[in-house]
């Protein structure tokens, strides 16, 4: 994937800096410059945007308040009236920041609640990437009144009181209206409630280049279409059904045949040649009423359907019953080496014991399981990763069960046994609504039929999942999702 869309630690951006640096001072410059040129694109960015000339600029001890210093100085130089309040001694600053400081010509004065007045725009600049400890005191009072304050709020980098790496609020938190990073997004700005802290994130080119990324081994990135593209299945002028495989959906009982039609209607939209509804014997007739391309199969004859090569993706979970039915179903399918996604019952149903079914999957030789939880089914499957932050705790879950596991959510994070990680943060707050999952889970196994990579077959069907949603709008019901995947794929020009 290309590097425009690697989302890197607070680690992996130092070691950016570092060799940016590095490559400066080969050249006659350092640091400083770049220091220069960050502080310079914030400011173009907010003399574009406040409507006023008044800016209040809180700067911390670090190499972020260097930055704001800049700030500073290129805003009073635009004609704006500028305060200047600093966190700590002025007189503990070091290197790059102690440089930008001496540069500026205005009053400096403490951070404190009372410094927040009527002003058009406040600029946070106190950590950004730098804070390890909890908010706390006057800072925290000084926070809550920025907060309350009807000025445009800019955070540099990241605001502050957000943990770079997971999006966790550390006691109190800067709420920007528009938060301007560097070189690449950090997990923060992906992942809640950072996110939400940082509103619109932009991405300003300070001169850190490619090769400065690369340096960093990223293995994180924001979905995009870039990502998976490559790998997306694309009609051949001479192919046939049996080219673009067969999807089997395993259906509940007679009183929960909704969910499984809901994954496969979503399989064959996005592309399967052939999809089937594997029925118990009391529910046949139910789907029979409801189903026209999409083949019913018995559920007995399941043992006998999983020795058919032809039948190549298999979905199970959607309403099938947290039931010894259910577990057993799902460890046949996955050790006959089908593709399979594993989605809510197929999942809670080894909340007691998830060893079973880790050894079945990493004893598979390649990784064609998907795991597809929302919250409540990821804590009863992981216990003891639900305590960690979003992306490590699904990088480590793959890892755990040899699947490529999506932890579903508002930030949906994707990540594969290999250490790959996408995040996902474009979906809209509609798709919280009953069946929505299923429709997921469908589109991923109509996808896996086609025989796309099952890591890029999960981004790209929760990209799509989320577009149909956007383009739906309010009132979306899940029953709508699948109807709008053609439009999108059409818009993809595949």
């Known amino acids: 994937m290309t590097n425009k869309y690697a989302i890197l630690s607070t680690e992996q951006m130092k070691t ?60 009073k130089k635009a004609g704006f009236i500028v305060t200047l309040a600093l966190l700590g001694d002025e007189n503990n600053l070091t290197g790059d920041a102690r440089l930008m ?67 966790e609020i550390l006691g109190a938190a800067f709420k ?75 259906s509940g009982d007679m009183i929960s045949t909704g969910a499984s039609r809901l994954a496969a209607m979503a399989a064959i939209k996005s592309g399967a040649g052939l999809v089937s509804v594997s029925s118990p014997d009391d529910a046949l007739s139910t789907h029979a009423a409801h189903l026209t391309a999409i083949m019913i199969r018995k559920q007995s004859s399941l043992n006998n359907d999983l020795k058919d090569h032809r039948l190549n993706a298999w979905c199970i979970g959607p309403a099938t019953g947290v039931n010894g039915n259910t577990r057993q179903a799902v460890l046949s399918i996955i050790r006959s080496g ?57 990088k480590n879950a ?26 996902s943060s474009s979906a809209p707050p509609t798709l919280a609504t009953a069946g929505s999952g299923d429709v997921l889970a469908g589109i991923i196994t109509g996808l896996l039929a086609q025989s796309m990579p099952a890591f890029e077959a999960s981004c790209a069907a929760v990209w799509l999942h989320s577009e149909c949603a956007k383009k739906i709008g309010l009132g979306l019901i899940s029953e709508d999702l699948a109807k709008e995947i053609p439009a999108i794929l059409q818009e993809l020009n595949i």
């Open 398 to 423: 793959a890892k755990l069960s040899g699947a490529i596991v999506i932890y579903k959510g508002a930030d949906t994070v994707i990540a594969s046994p290999d250490g790959r990680a996408v995040i």
């Open 16 to 75: 950016a800096d570092d060799f940016a640096i590095a490559d400066l001072i080969s050249r006659g410059h350092g640091g400083a410059d770049l220091m220069e040129e960050a502080g310079r694109a914030v400011s173009r960015r907010i003399i574009g945007a406040v409507n006023g000339n008044s800016a209040l600029v809180l700067c911390g001890p670090g190499n972020n308040g260097g930055d704001g210093f800049v700030i500073a100085r290129h805003l």
């Open 176 to 250: 920007a209206d528009i938060t301007i990073t560097f070189c690449r997004k950090k997990p923060a700005h992906l992942l809640y409630p950072g996110k939400e802290y940082c509103s619109e994130t932009l991405v300003a080119d300070i001169g850190i280049d490619d090769r400065a990324v690369l340096e960093t081994k990223p293995d994180t990135y924001e979905n995009h279409p870039d990502f998976w593209l490559g790998e997306f299945p694309i009609l051949k002028s001479d192919g046939h059904k049996y080219h673009r495989g067969h999807a089997v959906v395993v």
């Open 338 to 394: 089908k593709k399979t996604v594993l989605d809510a019952d197929a999942l809670s149903v080894f909340e007691e014991g998830p060893l079973e079914l880790f050894e079945a999957i990493n004893k598979s030789s390649d990784c064609n399981c998907v795991l597809t939880p929302h919250s409540g089914e990821f804590g009863r499957v992981f216990p003891y990763l639900k305590k960690l932050d979003k992306l490590t705790a699904t």
């Open 101 to 167: 400081a001496d540069r500026w010509n205005g009053e400096i004065i403490p951070i404190a609640p009372d410094i927040v007045t009527n002003c058009d725009v406040i600029v946070d600049a106190l950590f950004g990437t730098g804070l390890s400890k909890y908010i706390s005191g006057n800072l925290e009072e000084t926070l809550i009144q920025v907060n309350d304050c009807e000025a445009l709020k800019v955070a540099v980098d990241i605001p502050s009181g957000i943990k770079g790496n997971s999006g």
